[in-house]
């Protein structure tokens, strides 16, 4: 069975980078896509990007120009950076296995993290 | 990008059934996908597709599908079935594959 697990500081400074690595255990990174989604405090759900185990991307374009999502097939590894950070970047970050069927038009995460808090503040 | 919008919380007796709604535009050209959010808790996929389930999640739940409108359908909920639900779905504009998640309902079981 596939487990993800997120790590990486849980403390940011204002305008520094954000770097967090998800771990996928228990199956092979190859052949899937891998998203990250964050969750602010008291907040909804926001896609960050998702990155193919070959290294395609693609971003949420409100947060492209600070976002990097990039893989290591050796490690089982994916991980995220974003750039800048403020307050406002302050949530729980998710990583998740993110499934499609595109002849069926079906797009979903079947498999999630556990999250990890990251707060930004100096 | 797409919005997904979800009325923000609705209540269910114990035993009874209760849906909830996701609209959108992305939703006229692919399926919805359900996630059910406990306090503290990461996320779990509840319906998938045109009806799916995965495996584990009961079947009193189900989803549906007309037009903009992706539904949620509890039948006979319990206890352990309040929680945040929220949507997903890909987003429909542009040409690039991007997500849309809806803003999320809060479902409390009476």
């Known amino acids: 069975q596939v487990q993800l697990q997120e790590s990486g500081p849980g403390l940011v400074k204002p305008s520094e980078t954000l770097s967090l690595t998800c771990t996928v255990s228990?199956?092979?990174?190859?052949?899937?896509?891998w998203s990250w989604i964050r969750q602010p405090p008291g907040k909804g759900l926001e896609w960050i990007g998702y990155?193919?185990?070959?290294?395609?991307?693609n971003y949420n374009p409100s947060l492209k120009s600070r976002v990097t999502i990039s893989v290591d097939t050796s490690k089982n590894q994916f991980s995220l950076k974003l750039s800048s950070v403020t307050a406002a970047d302050t949530a729980v970050y998710y990583c998740?296995?993110?499934?499609?069927?595109?002849?069926?038009?079906?797009?979903?995460?079947?498999?999630w993290g556990k999250g990890t808090t990251v707060t930004v503040s100096s | 990008s797409s919005e997904l919008t979800q009325d923000p919380a609705v209540s269910v007796a114990l035993g009874q059934t209760v849906r909830i709604t996701c609209q959108g535009d992305?939703?006229?050209?692919?399926?919805a996908s359900w996630y059910q959010q406990k306090p503290g808790q990461a996320p779990v996929l509840v319906i998938y597709?045109?009806?799916n389930r995965p495996s584990g999640i009961p079947d009193r739940f189900s989803g549906s599908s007309s037009g903009n409108t992706a539904s949620l359908t509890i039948t006979g909920a319990q206890a352990e079935d309040e929680a945040d639900y929220y949507c997903?779905?890909?987003?429909?504009?542009?040409?690039?594959?991007?997500?849309?998640f809806g803003t999320g309902t809060k479902v409390t079981v009476l």
């Open positions: 998740a296995r993110d499934r499609r069927v595109p002849a069926m038009y079906y797009y979903y995460m079947d498999v």
């Open positions: 228990g199956g092979s990174i190859s052949s899937y896509y």
């Open positions: 990155i193919y185990y070959s290294g395609s991307t």
């Open positions: 992305s939703l006229r050209s692919y399926y």
């Open positions: 597709g045109k009806n």
């Open positions: 997903n779905s890909r987003d429909s504009s542009g040409n690039h594959l991007r997500y849309v």
